[in-house]
């Protein structure tokens, strides 16, 4: 198990990572758009579609480190009233319903994915293919889905004790 979570761990690492990398591209892009508009007085074609990419990939790649660090957003003013076991018991039921939803998302993104890749959906103006956008989202959920399951695993350890 240990094993296991330490490459979901290092695999959420380098997904944020490409995270953070998105996110510096974006600001590129708008940077250059503001520039070419204001010096050329033409503006960078497609400026809207890969500034949407790249926040879906930003996002749901950086999902499972936000995850991994708790860095959500998270009201435990109940919770924290509760015994260690108590506490844990919510947070298997919790971590529960969440693999239940992100394994529903990973599947529905997957089949969307399918459905895109065989009707050739294109992003607007630039015409890049979208299916391998959200493939890789889904692959940012399924890293999220990974990230719940060891937290789960970790909840019914202290259950069980």
Known sequence: MKQYAERVEVLSRVLDR??????????IVVVANILMRS??????MGTMDYVNILMAL???LGLA????????????YFVEKLTDKSRALVAVFINLAAIIF?????WFMMGYAHSMMLSNHLAGTVSIPLYPVVYLTAFGLLALLL????KFIDAVRVVLK
């Open 39 to 44: 010096i050329l007085g033409k503006p960078l």
């Open 147 to 150: 990230v719940i399951v060891i």
């Open 58 to 60: 930003a996002i749901s």
């Open 18 to 27: 490409i995270s953070a990398f998105c996110i510096a591209a974006m600001t």
């Open 102 to 106: 992100w394994g529903a998302a990973v």
């Open 65 to 76: 480190h936000c995850a991994l660090k708790n860095g959500h957003i998270a009201v435990e």
